[in-house]
């Protein structure tokens, strides 16, 4: 099965390559991912780029370097923050939006722990950058410089680079903020708060990414807490569970409450099946949900309950995708929604290498999106790395 699973990420990582990487403004040795395909002119000059798409178009070749890293991968992994470098134009830790420098910080971590990559220089910056903007009075980081929404998707991705860089009383700091008052009664986690003169008032909306982070930052904080204590990770002992059982009923909730009957991600009544950013929503929370499968500490019935019923989420999530996919030159097109069939994103000429906007593409189809790609991607990456021997 493992080996299944390996061929369909190699396939996802492909496609995307193929129709989404160039280079930078033809600058040697930069690349980075076209937000659309097939591309308008101001697409392929990278007028709009999205900074944190690149995050994950990293995160996500990150993925496939540590199933089989090769020189090719490390490569493309420099030319991308070299290029995401020049193409902000300024110090990557210059962009107004905490969250997205968050998951640039993220990827670059990652990208470090890679055996042969070496040291990413622009990391210790952004890393300042990042815990700089955590507001000692509120006890959590507003979503843009000089705001006053305060959310999770720059909360929750705030708390895993601070667990898995040491600074875990800011990690537990955190997610103390977000659990008294963004779990609604379904113990999902909502967006975040608006603060007002007369207090804060909550944004009940629910996303599937949402769900992601916080699962990444619990599981973070438990390992750390067990590391702390001298704990064994597997044992059953009590360090810790606090967050593993936060773990456990969050991964609960995400089954009753974001996924199909059959265990497929999908909020319901279309929910979250768009381009854009939200592209990108299913597929992170597929990656923590593959943390919790190889991470969560703790052996204990509940624990090991827990792991089967995330990776279960997983392998259906990915079995949908890949059967409701399109193929298009012998690689996979990935849906928007992970419960319908993909659509192509054109209306009419030929099939193939030669497709292009004058050819007539629909630029209205959320497939044309390399947030939508990406995330195919990443949860054929997840399904990986929960099958794998």
């Known amino acids: 099965m493992d080996e299944i699973w390996d061929h369909r990420a190699d396939l996802a990582e492909q496609a995307v390559i193929e129709r989404h990487v160039a280079r930078l403004w033809g600058i040697p040795k930069t690349t980075l991912g076209v937000i659309a395909w097939p591309p308008t002119t101001r697409d392929k000059f990278f007028y709009h780029w999205h900074y944190w798409w690149q995050a994950h178009f990293i995160d996500c070749q990150v993925d496939a370097a540590t199933r089989r890293e090769t020189g090719h991968r490390l490569r493309r992994i420099r030319r991308t923050i070299r290029g995401m470098r020049i193409r902000n134009q300024r110090p990557l830790p210059h962009n107004d939006f905490y969250d997205d420098r968050t998951w640039l910080a993220l990827a670059m971590h990652r990208t470090q722990d890679l055996p042969r990559y070496g040291t990413v220089r622009y990391l210790p910056g952004l890393d300042a950058s990042v815990f700089a903007g ?129 265990g497929v991600i999908d909020l319901g009544n279309g929910r979250g099946n768009g381009g854009g950013d939200g592209g990108l929503f299913k597929g992170i929370l597929a990656r923590y949900l593959a943390l919790v499968v190889t991470d969560l500490p703790g052996d204990d019935k509940l624990s090991r309950a827990t792991r089967q019923l995330a990776k279960r989420l997983i392998i259906q999530s990915a079995e949908s995708v890949w059967h409701y996919r399109l193929e298009v030159d012998g690689l996979p097109l990935f849906g928007a929604s992970w419960v319908r069939d993909a659509a192509l994103p054109r209306t009419g000429g030929r099939l193939g290498t030669s497709l292009s906007v004058a050819a007539g593409a629909d630029l209205g189809v959320a497939e044309r999106d390399l947030s939508v790609q990406l995330s195919g991607w990443m949860l054929m990456e997840a399904a990986a790395r929960v099958t794998r021997g």
């Open 134 to 262: 955590v507001d000692p009075l509120i006890g959590a980081c507003p979503w843009k410089v000089d705001g006053t929404f305060y959310n999770v998707p720059t909360n929750g991705p705030l708390a895993i680079l601070a667990a898995r860089t040491g600074r875990t009383d800011l990690a537990a700091q955190l997610i103390d903020w977000i659990y008294p008052r963004l779990i609604n009664a379904d113990g999902l986690v909502m967006d975040g708060v608006q603060l007002r003169v007369h207090g804060e008032d909550a944004l009940a909306d629910i996303h599937t990414y949402n769900q992601g982070v916080v699962l990444g930052a619990l599981v973070e904080l438990a390992r750390a807490e067990r590391a702390a204590a001298g704990v064994a990770v597997d044992a059953v002992d009590e360090v810790g569970m606090e967050y593993i059982t936060r773990v456990h009923h969050l991964v609960q909730a995400v089954a009753a409450h974001a996924a199909t009957t059959d």
